[in-house]
């Protein structure tokens, strides 16, 4: 991506210094995995937004959202800084194309985080990867997320993880329209087809995504290969691909995400639209 590192996101929230309360105290150790079993249950984790590692490996049992009235400073690691400044640059650019085509956009926020936090869903874990909490509209992600998404997910390149910021984001206007709390109602109602209205949304919200790469495109910030980098993305984290890297078969019924060739298909049509109106993704599958 074309880009000039500048100031961090007005709307970014940088606990990376902050005690996440994971501490190992109490008796017993856990398991101790290698890393092949931490991969399977880290690829398990992220596909069913579950934390299914810190069960097994005693990291923490019973953690609960720790007080946050003496946050240390964050921390502040070089190393990590031009990436901080990058996914401010994507933060920004996204909300921007929404706040352009929405009346009433409300800005979310982006949490930089390590390992364990509180939200207003709960405990949010590293191990669930990047994610949306519509209780207090941020985006929740732990950097070493993209180190992971090139080496365990075979998904490298700058607009890969801007694909998956624009995914989360695209989670946040899903809650503004109110798309959000109409599924979760749905689902209460008819849990019979609650997987199925999951893929849906997730799917939408790849769709918004591309919607969002449109514009960038537009304003010349995209490079040649970054959208092949965004379709690889999408389709490294299909439920029938991530099923068949924890070592089974694909289960249909299963998915909640969508598989690789629906999560490439529908960031393609946003790309190619930049009309959220096309990213009805519910009646393309009634």
């Known amino acids: 991506m074309r880009w000039t590192p500048g100031n961090r996101s007005r709307n970014l929230e940088d606990r990376r210094g902050a005690t996440g309360g994971g501490g190992g105290g109490g008796g017993g150790g856990g398991i101790k995995l290698g890393v092949g079993g931490m991969l399977v249950l880290i690829v398990l984790s992220y596909v069913f937004k579950t934390d299914l590692v810190t069960p097994i490996t005693g990291g923490g049992a019973g953690l609960s959202a720790p007080a946050q009235s003496a946050q240390p400073a964050p ?3 070089p190393q990590e ?8 640059m994507v933060l920004d650019s996204a909300q ?7 009346g009433q956009y409300r800005e979310a926020k982006l949490v930089l985080f390590r390992d364990v936090t ?4 709960g405990t949010g874990q590293s191990a669930t990867g990047p994610f949306y909490c519509p209780g207090d509209e941020k985006v929740y992600i732990d950097l070493a997320f993209f180190d992971q998404l090139d080496r365990q997910f075979g998904a490298p390149g700058d607009f890969a993880q801007a694909y998956v910021l624009a995914h989360e984001i695209g989670h946040h206007v899903q809650n503004v329209l109110g798309t959000e709390q109409q ?6 109602q008819n849990p019979s087809q609650k997987n199925r209205l999951s893929v849906a949304m997730e799917l ?5 995504a591309g919607v969002w790469a449109h514009d960038a495109a537009q304003d010349r910030m995209l490079e ?9 993305a999408a389709a490294a984290v299909g439920d029938d691909r991530l099923q068949q890297m924890a070592g089974g078969r694909a289960h249909p019924e299963s998915f909640t995400h969508g598989s690789s060739a629906e999560r490439r298909q529908w960031f393609r049509t946003g790309f190619d639209s930049g009309d959220p109106r096309r990213c009805d993704t519910f009646a393309a599958m009634r």
């Not at 921007?96 to 929405?102: G, L, N, R």
């Not at 509180?118 to 869903?121: E, G, I, V």
């Not at 939408?204 to 918004?208: L, S």
């Open 96 to 102: 921007s194309t929404w706040a352009q085509s929405m």
């Open 81 to 88: 800084e031009e990436m901080v400044r990058f996914v401010s």
């Open 183 to 188: 599924v979760r109602q749905l689902q209460q």
């Open 75 to 77: 921390l502040n690691d």
């Open 118 to 121: 509180p939200t207003a869903c």
């Open 204 to 208: 939408q919200a790849d769709c918004y």
């Open 224 to 232: 040649a290969g970054d959208i092949d980098e965004g379709l690889n």
